[in-house]
């Protein structure tokens, strides 16, 4: 759930997103040891870009996008993002089921 749109109601109460995130990483280490200290927790990146959407408003899912890429990126092991953020029925007069952005960020 984000706030996140340029309209008053959008301002006003939170609406569902999806999230879509592809990381490109070295799992080598990971690949041999076994251990989750050495790779990338998928339920504490869940987390960290759960708190970026929920933690203010976004006028734009362009800028959603560009917050969720920069926070998944502030992890070392990250070397690129891929990211698609799609607004639950959004509201337009049309019967849309989604609207989205894909962004792709690298260091």
Known sequence: MAFCGVLD???QRPQPFELDVDLVCDLTAAGRSDQLTDTVDYGGMCA?????????????????AHRLATAALSD??????????RKLRPPVPYDLATAGV?????R
């Open 76 to 85: 070392d092991r990250v070397v690129e993002v891929e990211l698609v953020v």
């Open 102 to 106: 894909r962004v792709v960020r690298s």
């Open 9 to 11: 109601e959008e301002h």
């Open 48 to 64: 960290d870009l759960a708190a970026v959407a929920a933690g203010q408003h976004h006028e734009l899912m362009e800028h959603l």
